[in-house]
């Protein structure tokens, strides 16, 4: 118990699982947290006695289940391991703590999702910036940033990390961390962030990037809290890091938390699944570092004219040659995960199969390069993204070479299996295989002569764990057993007995066998020293094969599904002819999806209005001109057939409160607050998309602050936006500001019923078909017709001044008196009364 409690002393919150004999045990609290959580059965250690500790147990072989439970519910888990052998230890078996797993720091291949990367992050908060890093130590991938304190979640929900490290101070009541802590649920822990830059700079120690970082020192001490936690995980082996990265938040397209929920870039709005995600379409990468590769080009479209069109290029390049593209997705198929595999012989937990695979794929790479040549011609030569230049450094072949003949062609799953050392690689492997299968075959040889001496021919010669081999005999042909076999043991059908023989024989057997497997051992280590030497460039070979199979990924998608390559460029237009919806196009059938032209401009066409009752296609509409436009600034072709994307720095979307399911906490306010971001964030540059706006509160309210809204975009902001709202009311706008358009979804009445066309044409809704969609809804005949009636007498004009909501929807080409009907004469100060004025003066 001493030797627990040091442990959970210095780990008191984390469970512990502690080493006894073939069984992990939890003790105190952890062990009724344990029981609940893995569904153990709970007892206590020293039964009967007052204070009994309460205990629970794994079974050390199937541990590895029981831990991935714990980690993926949030849980830290410390192993404490016995490090000496109990038949030698004096006394009190030694035992240290052996590995943590924590929910940021998981090795475990049946855990880890090869598509994605599992990150560990820390926070550095202060007033004015917040420095964030993170790491995946299965790839030694480390990044680190500094943002503003309203940055934070949106970058959060974009690196999705699985466990946020910060100050305890910081994680206190209160402040904007907690908060935020209770929006994103992931395992958030406290950490020792170190106090100084030039502390953070001494745990990083030479890393490259870490130099200038230094200016960056919320970044960098982020980062040393990152690798300090994630090294204490693992005393036994080094991580895989081989740079710090710093990146800045105008790097890439900003998207905030809402732009990626509701353009669906990794997962559904609602359900929140993969599958009908933006990155499920266009994700048909073959490798796992290409699926890693592809997620955070989605999640990170770039900014750079130049950048994007290398990619473009490569691309292009492929899309050209679809015999290639077919051919490449077969050869990356095969190649394994060299990022991970390289970070495991680093982490030193390396087993023999991953080294067989690293092998194999290291030996794939000469194909794929020439492959990839296959495809050059002088015109036409390869793009440099798809050189594959880190995948031709000659040690990489060496490496392949000298992994080729010191391991089997399939080695086996772990050491211990043994046989995982070829034959022919070193003598006293050689040496000790033949001692041991010479005794063997010595042995079963015994059996034979035995029977023959004996004359029972029943005689076995058998082996087990606890007596070695032996001799068995059955009852009946006890009478006949020699005098020279020792009886060693009685069993209900005949007797088991050794010799003197047997018993040498064994001997060596054993010896040998002891012997190989320490050899093994030794060898195989210098074989995970060997790749873990050279995992720089080993990474490096992946990261570039990762590059060309999320182009081949891209180049596929592009020719499945006819999209086009779009004009990037710096300027400040956005055109799409006709555009289709990614992720609706491919669940309808072919030429189902009615494709959309649009067109936005800052100089002329800045903000389209988009009227059309319910269900006409707006909201798709929309999302298709954002998704399209992230596609273009990640390299991708786009499903159009022709684009001109004018870069944009920021991407914003807000769904109004009623059409936005996807958060519990959907309400106006929200809504508002989100709006308000946007008005403040967005420039000349950025895309806004807005669907609904002012839909969570009253009518009355929801068309005035749509229409201010828009107006300020217009008037003050300047940046591309769609506005889709089914207010008719909102049309008017166009009319006193120039760069304001008025597009519609087009219905048709066809026989008293609606029939949508899904197509954008130019000029605003006059009508808002709310009925008819009720009535395709399926609302009782007796309402819907009731409802007619009311409408005609509304519009009728009999009832404007019953409420001025009703007015509204009776006079919707009367901005002026729209906006006279919300002023309530009572409570307007002089001073809004002046704006109001204003404002008035504006619409006429
Ligand atoms: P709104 O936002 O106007 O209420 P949505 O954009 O949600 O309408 O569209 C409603 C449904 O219509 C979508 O779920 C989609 O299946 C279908 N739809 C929308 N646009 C198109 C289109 N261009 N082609 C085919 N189907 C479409
Ligand atoms: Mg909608």
């Known amino acids: 118990m001493r030797q627990y409690l040091d442990v959970k002393d210095k780990h008191p919150d984390a469970l512990v699982l502690f080493r006894l004999g073939d069984f992990y045990e939890l003790f105190f609290e952890d062990a009724v947290l344990g029981a609940r959580l893995l569904d153990l059965t709970l007892t206590t250690r020293d039964k009967g006695k007052e204070d009994a500790v309460p205990m629970c147990g794994v079974p050390h072989h199937a541990s590895r289940g029981y831990i991935a439970k714990l980690t993926e519910l949030g849980h830290r888990v410390v192993i404490v391991e016995q490090v000496e052998d109990p038949r030698l230890a004096k006394g009190l078996v030694k035992r240290e703590v052996a590995r943590i797993v924590t929910p940021g720091v998981v090795l475990d291949d049946d855990v880890l999702d090869p598509k994605q990367p599992r990150y560990l992050a820390a926070v550095v908060p202060t007033k004015a910036s917040v420095g964030l890093a993170y790491l995946d130590a299965t790839t030694g991938e480390l990044r680190a940033t500094e943002l503003s304190p309203g940055e934070l979640e949106g970058e959060l929900v974009r690196v999705a990390p699985r466990e946020v490290l910060a100050d305890g101070k910081a994680l206190g009541d209160g402040n904007a961390l907690a908060i935020l802590q209770t929006r994103i649920r992931v395992a958030w822990n406290r950490a020792d962030i170190p106090p100084t830059v030039d502390a953070a700079a001494g745990e ?392 959309n032209d649009c067109r936005l401009d800052p100089d002329a066409e800045q903000l389209v209005l988009i009227t059309g009752p319910n269900m006409a296609g707006k909201s798709t509409y929309m999302r298709q001109v954002a998704q399209i436009a992230l596609l273009a600034q990640i390299g991708s072709f786009v499903p159009a057939r022709a684009a001109t994307i004018g870069i944009c720095d920021r991407v914003f979307t807000r769904v109004g409160a009623a059409d936005n399911l996807s958060r519990g906490d959907s309400t106006f306010m929200v809504e508002m607050r989100e709006t308000a971001t946007i008005l403040a964030k967005a420039t000349r540059r950025s895309l806004i998309v807005l669907d609904e706006v002012g839909r969570g509160t009253s009518t009355f309210d929801g068309v005035s602050i749509a229409w201010a809204v828009a107006e300020h975009i217009h008037d003050a902001i300047g940046a591309r936006t769609l506005f889709a709202t089914h207010y008719h009311e909102l049309v008017a706008l166009a009319e006193s500001r120039p760069r304001v358009r008025n597009v519609s979804v087009a219905v048709r009445e066809h026989k008293n019923e609606i029939v949508f066309l899904r197509r954008v044409v130019a000029g605003g809704a006059n009508k808002s078909y709310g009925i008819d969609v009720a009535r395709l809804a399926g609302l009782p005949k007796q309402v819907i017709g009731r409802a007619r009636e009311i409408m005609a007498t509304l519009e009728s004009g009999s009832a404007l001044a019953a409420s001025p909501q009703l007015s509204l929807l009776a006079a919707p080409a009367s901005p002026i008196a729209a906006r006279l009907a919300a002023i309530d004469p009572n409570r307007v100060t002089p001073l809004e009364a002046l704006q109001l004025l204003a404002e008035l003066k504006s619409l006429t």
Request: with cysteine; hydrophobic share 45%; charged share 25%.
């Open 204 to 595: 990083l120690g030479k890393l490259p990037g870490v130099i200038d970082a230094r200016e960056r020192p919320l970044a960098l001490r982020a980062a040393a809290a990152v690798v300090a936690y994630a090294r204490a995980t693992q005393p036994a082996g080094a991580l895989p890091i081989r740079a710090l990265e710093l990146y800045r938040p105008g790097d890439a397209v900003v998207l905030d938390e809402t732009a990626i929920a509701n353009l669906e870039l990794v997962e559904t709005l609602i359900g929140r699944r993969a599958q009908g995600s933006l990155l499920d379409v266009i994700d048909r990468t073959v490798t796992a570092p290409g699926g890693r590769l592809l997620r955070r080009w989605l999640l990170y479209p770039l900014v750079d004219v130049a950048q994007i069109r290398r990619r473009q290029d490569a691309v292009a390049w492929l899309a050209l040659r679809p015999a290639l593209v077919e051919r490449l997705r077969g050869a990356l198929s095969r190649v394994a995960d060299l990022e991970r595999l390289a970070g495991k012989a680093t982490l030193g937990v390396a087993t023999p199969r991953d080294l067989g695979r690293l092998r194999d794929a290291l030996a794939q790479l000469p194909e794929l390069i020439a492959l990839i040549a296959t495809g050059t011609t002088k015109l036409d030569p390869t793009p440099p993204l798809l050189a594959l230049e880190p995948a031709r450094e000659p040690v990489l072949a060496t490496l392949a070479a000298r992994l080729g003949t010191s391991l089997v062609d399939a080695p086996p799953p772990l050491l211990k299996d043994g046989g995982a050392i070829r034959t022919g690689y070193d003598a006293t492997v050689d040496e000790c295989r033949g001692l041991a299968d010479g005794g063997k075959e010595q042995i079963a040889a015994i059996e034979e002569r035995e029977q023959r001496d004996s004359g029972i021919a029943s005689l076995k010669v058998r082996y087990n764990r606890v007596f070695g081999y032996y001799i068995e005999v059955t009852k009946s042909q006890l009478a006949r057993v020699p005098a020279h076999y020792a009886r060693k043991q009685t069993i209900a059908t005949g007797e088991r007995f050794v010799t003197p023989e047997l018993a040498e024989l064994e001997k060596k057997v054993v010896a040998a066998e002891d012997t190989l497997a320490i050899r093994e051992a030794e060898l195989f280590r210098a074989e995970v020293l060997a790749v873990a030497e050279l995992a720089g460039p080993i990474a490096a070979a992946g990261a570039a094969l990762a590059v060309v199979d999320t182009c081949v990924a891209l180049a596929d998608v592009a020719a499945s599904r006819s999209y086009c390559r779009p004009i990037v460029d710096d300027g400040f237009a956005l055109e799409i002819a006709d555009g289709r919806h990614p992720v609706i196009e491919a669940m309808l059938a072919a030429g189902e999806f009615v494709p």
